[in-house]
């Protein structure tokens, strides 16, 4: 069966209930353009950048694009997209200019790269991109991305900052920079409910595990979770449900490949005990003379970011979160506050605002379907 075509996936979705949106229309427009080029086998294709507040459908554009596709393509989380970039450095440890070789390979395999949730929150991530993109574009390949920020927003205020500039000019040179903005945020449409949030009932995730085991016909093992060579502590776990305390997952020293590795083996997750997210700040003022790794640099006096003791914690909460969203893991929460109240203010509320309304969604009943 022929896959339709971008502007066809829509219009299909209009009749089925999907709600008519004039940003969604003009992304459409422009991912149908982009469909045609590539498919007429056009070589001079611009990409597509999609960004705009969380649940506009822009991850849905983007895959109905992706599954339109007859030309090589491939489609990656940025968490994703990091690990494989991270692994193949390793491999070609010794080899002079790594990035141009990882850009080739890339362009090599796919016209086009589909790439969900572009966002840069540190300077190791903004120099490996910025060695990597350019040459990409450079080579020809396509890119088609979603992002909760304006290319000229990416790692805004970030430590040495410059260093991306010349990537972000890429973006807005080789791609069509769209707002997807229709006020609304269609993840809140209305659907059956179905819990997966639980305030202050530590019991509720022992009813929800029993019923997950019945439904799934597994048993209860003892088998160690491990994650990055570490060990986990479990609550309880079968085969393909585990549940843990937020502690004992979130505050552990484990990174975005880590809960990738979770989504490979587990098909429910249960985490209990999450606390108010939101901590007292703690702020340094400035900081002099800091390196990157890679050379140094003279950043003189320079305002930090307010941080909190727990927004660690709080990071790798929000990488497991977009990590179980993408995978359609449902994720179970027992906590000590409303959802709404997990983490109101502070240094992650931009990215958490992504988080809240995919946990939203996961309290309904579609999800994971």
């Not at 491990?226 to 986990?232: E, F, K």
């Amino acid at each position: 069966m022929t896959a339709l075509s971008p502007y066809a996936a829509y219009q299909q979705a209009l009749t089925s209930g999907f709600k008519d949106d004039a940003a969604q229309q003009n992304a459409v427009e422009s991912l149908q353009r982009c469909y045609q080029q590539l498919e007429a086998g056009e070589t001079d294709v611009k990409g597509v950048y999609l960004w705009g507040p969380v649940g506009r459908g822009k991850t849905w554009l983007m895959d109905r694009f992706y599954q339109s596709l007859t030309v090589p393509a491939k489609r990656m989380h940025f968490h994703h997209f990091m690990q494989w970039l991270h692994r193949r450095l390793f491999q070609l440890s010794g080899q002079r200019n790594p990035l141009s070789i990882l850009a080739q390979e890339l362009a090599a395999e796919a016209r086009v790269l589909c790439f969900d949730e572009f966002y840069i929150s540190d300077i190791g991530d903004a120099v490996l991109l910025s060695g990597v993109l350019q040459p990409l574009f450079e080579h020809g390949l396509v890119m088609v991305a979603t992002s909760n920020q304006r290319p000229d927003d990416l790692y805004d205020q970030g430590f040495n900052r410059e260093r991306l500039v010349p990537t972000i000019a890429a973006i807005k040179r080789y791609m069509q920079v769209l707002s997807v903005d229709g006020g609304e945020d269609h993840r809140m449409h209305p659907g059956q409910q179905l819990q997966r949030y639980w305030v202050n009932e530590p019991d509720a995730l022992k009813t929800v595990f029993a019923g997950l085991l019945e439904s799934t016909g597994e048993s209860e093992c003892a088998e160690p979770l491990i994650l990055g060579h570490r060990p986990i502590k479990v609550v309880r776990r079968s085969l393909r449900v585990v549940w843990c305390r937020y502690q004992d997952l979130c505050e552990q020293p484990l990174a975005a490949t880590d809960f990738i590795a979770l989504c490979d083996s587990v098909a429910h997750l249960l985490l209990s005990e999450v606390p108010k997210l939101t901590g007292a700040a703690q702020q340094t003022a400035i900081a002099r003379g800091t390196e990157d790794g890679v050379l140094q640099v003279s950043a003189g006096d320079r305002n930090l970011p307010k941080l909190s003791v727990q927004d660690d914690g709080v990071r790798r909460f929000i990488a497991l979160v977009d990590e179980c969203y993408d995978r359609g893991v449902p994720l179970y929460l027992e906590a000590t506050v409303p959802l709404s109240e997990l983490y109101k203010e502070g240094t992650l509320a931009f990215p958490f605002r992504r988080t809240l309304s995919r946990l939203q969604e996961m309290q309904l009943q579609r999800f994971g379907k």
